[in-house]
């Protein structure tokens, strides 16, 4: 789907569609994860808590339904969830849960930042920005529910330097 | 249970190969004309966006003298604010590096006005600089691709969770 806002000099070819549909797969299963995974947060948080786990369920819901919407309109087939997930730690505190959810987070800033690189269309690198901006402003909060210090990161997605 | 959690699978090609391009692009565009004569189109500059850039760099370079203004204005914002300040000063330095012909020299500092020395009034003066700075960001990385685009957006986010903590 050329939005004819491009590379500056170049239309996108084929294989950069490819390549930015690819990434916005991964970005796709990223968010199948988070929305499985603030379901594993919510249930370790106190009652008192859930509001923010609600938010940021429903933000990856929308995010989901954009990127299902995306490449169902490229005649790219969505990539489903999968049937389950295996979590990295238990998590049986409130600190596990906003660690896990710090997880969850920079997995998906990971994965937005593979869009930006590899998206030849403005529009979605407009979507990405914005995505990842979204990913990091609620990873500070669970970084800093999680005790780390500082709650905040120079580069968010990119690999440590 | 099946699947592992998260799977960013292609931050391993990311780092090796974008990033390296980004970084490097600095000195290997300036000697080809910003055209991008390794081939690779994705990590090609235009003449535009060498200024481009180059007004990012100024941006930044008003966030690092953002942090120093309320650092000495509001010294009891010293324990909250020095982390921060660093990871701002690391954003310049990748910035720079990935700005053709920037040589790093301009002397920094904020355009508008200086720093309150209440440390309340200064964080709010701080947040200011900030967001402006992480809009700014956001607004000009889908203007770039590939790796510079990539190192853009993961600022504008930096700067982003910045402005929510000091919120």
Do not use: K
């Not at chain 1, 005649?75 to 660690?99: I, K, N, R, W, Y």
């Not at chain 2, 535009?48 to 650092?71: F, H, I, K, N, S």
């Amino acid at each position: 789907m050329a939005d004819g806002t491009s590379s500056p000099s170049t239309s996108p070819t084929a294989t950069d569609m490819s390549a930015e549909d690819a990434a916005l797969q991964d970005a796709l299963a990223a968010v199948h994860a988070a929305i499985w995974g603030y379901g594993v947060v919510g249930a370790a948080l106190p009652p008192e808590s859930r509001d923010a786990v609600v938010a940021c369920e429903l933000a990856y819901l929308d995010l989901r339904d954009q990127l299902v919407a995306l490449l169902s309109a490229r005649q790219v087939e969505p990539v489903a969830d999968e049937p389950g997930h295996t979590l990295p730690f238990p998590v049986l505190s409130p600190v596990d849960a906003a660690a896990l959810a710090v997880v969850l987070e920079e997995g998906a800033s990971a994965t937005w930042t593979w869009v930006l690189d590899q998206a030849s269309e403005r529009s979605t690198r407009v979507l990405a920005v914005a995505a990842l901006s979204a990913a990091e402003l609620r990873a500070v909060d669970w970084r800093a529910l999680a005790g780390r210090t500082p709650p905040t990161s120079a580069f968010p997605g990119l690999p440590q330097a | 249970m099946s699947g592992p959690l998260p799977a960013p699978p292609a931050a391993g090609t990311f780092s090796r190969r974008s990033l390296l391009l980004a970084t490097l692009a600095g000195t290997a565009l300036v000697s080809t004309g910003c055209t991008g004569s390794s081939g690779d189109v994705t990590d090609a500059v235009t003449p535009a966006q060498v200024d481009r850039l180059a007004v990012q760099v100024r941006v930044q370079e008003e966030v690092v003298a953002g942090y120093d203004q309320a650092l000495s204005s509001a010294p009891d914002l010293v324990t909250a604010l020095t982390p921060l300040a660093a990871q701002a000063l690391a954003q310049l330095d990748r910035l720079r590096a990935a700005a053709p012909g920037d040589t790093g020299t301009t002397a920094a500092a904020t355009s508008g006005t200086a720093a309150p020395t209440d440390p309340a009034e200064a964080r709010v003066w701080l947040r200011g600089v900030v967001a402006a700075s992480a809009a700014a960001h956001a607004e000009a990385c889908p203007e770039f691709t590939g790796g510079r685009a990539a190192l853009l957006g993961s600022i504008a986010a930096g700067l982003r969770g910045q402005d929510g903590l000091l919120a």
